[in-house]
């Protein structure tokens, strides 16, 4: 066993690096304008490549959109999103016709399984003041045998998600988001059912981590082989077992060893990520990840055919109305979802 539970030391910046069963994971921080009455930036567009925009201007980015920012209708098989929103919202339609707003500490989990389209737009509600907007998209995979699972989607709405406090022998806090995987024998709401997550054996783990200044936080051992890093992405300095990072640095971790985490003099802002590999060989081309070759040419040749399902809406950069408030609608039989607590801050 390594004396030092710190495997390797990655820097971080849009994307953060991974390893299985995860597949990417990429930090969005965008400091938006008031909106306009598209729910677009109330801000010239000139000098942005509209359409791929990337590059931070002005501290935000339109991304693939042309009117609102975001994602507009873009298609996925074999592996799952898992989008969890900080602050802002998410505006959610897919070719099944499911539909959604999350945002302000709302998480998405997403199976794309067998395929379908999606858009993920950033509607700007606030008409006056500034739309902040933070989030994680992190892609985690789905083993051979349900990479073709129904695509299906659930809401982990803040209201639902357990935050676990620990305090340190100086009476310092840290604050533990417990997304998915149990922390301390505090458990989250279940993850989607086909997911690798849905089996505790794996040992999925999803938590966001706020340390007071100074601050002394123990990450728990877990059992040996599995994945597991720290995206330490906000704060001034943390001491991991001894050895200083600052603010822009993962720390691949052993996973079998407790660490010992000393926070220095701003409060930090931790990601950490854990799961037991999958161990099955990976192919992927851009929107589709399966285990070979030829089930890529399938998955094209599917998409060609089939578009998965169609769009069904009259825009692929779907945005809904400013006043509709967090929610959910499901195809099918599945009720709407309305949380408690509008969090619409749509002046």
Not at 15 to 40: K, M, S, T
Not at 102 to 122: I, N, P, R
Request: proline letters at 9%; charged letters at 20%.
């Amino acid at each position: 066993m390594s004396s030092s539970p710190i495997l390797k030391i990655h820097p971080i910046g849009f994307q953060f690096p991974v390893r299985d069963p995860f597949l990417f994971c990429a930090w969005h921080e965008d400091h938006y304008p008031p909106g306009n009455e598209n729910l677009g930036p109330a801000a010239p567009l000139n000098g942005r490549n509209i359409g791929e925009d990337f590059t931070v201007r002005d501290g935000w980015r339109m991304y693939h959109g042309r009117n609102v920012p975001g994602f507009p209708a873009h298609p996925h098989r074999g592996f799952e999103t898992v989008t969890v929103v900080n602050r802002g919202f998410v505006d959610h339609s897919d070719s099944h016709g499911s539909e959604g707003r999350y945002g302000e500490g709302d998480v998405q989990w997403m199976t794309a399984g067998s395929g379908l389209q999606h858009c993920e737009m950033f509607p700007l509600l606030n008409r006056t003041e500034p739309n902040p907007a933070e989030l994680f998209q992190i892609w985690l995979n789905l083993p051979g045998k349900k990479k073709m699972s129904r695509p299906f989607y659930k809401m982990l709405w803040s209201e639902q998600i357990p935050v676990v406090f620990t305090t340190d022998s100086s009476g310092k806090k840290s604050e533990i988001k417990v997304i998915a995987g149990s922390f301390n024998g505090v458990i989250p709401p279940a993850p989607a059912p086909d997911s690798w997550a849905s089996d505790p054996e794996n040992q999925v783990a999803v938590w966001l981590i706020r340390i007071e200044p100074g601050a002394v936080f123990d990450l728990p051992a877990a059992r040996t082989g599995l994945t597991r890093f720290l995206y330490f992405y906000r704060g001034e300095s943390l001491t991991v077992a001894g050895q200083k990072l600052r603010s822009g640095t993962a720390a691949e971790l052993v996973s079998e060893a407790e660490s010992e985490w000393v926070n220095g003099s701003e409060p930090s802002e931790i990601l950490v990520l854990q799961g037991k590999p999958i161990g099955e060989p990976v192919a992927q081309y851009g929107p589709f990840v399966m285990n070979t070759q030829e089930e890529i040419y399938q998955a094209f040749s599917d998409y060609r055919k089939t578009e998965f399902g169609g769009w069904p809406f009259p825009e692929y950069e779907k945005v809904h109305s400013r006043d509709a408030g967090r929610f959910a609608r499901y195809a099918g039989d599945r009720e709407a979802e309305h949380p408690g607590g509008v969090k619409n801050p749509a002046g």
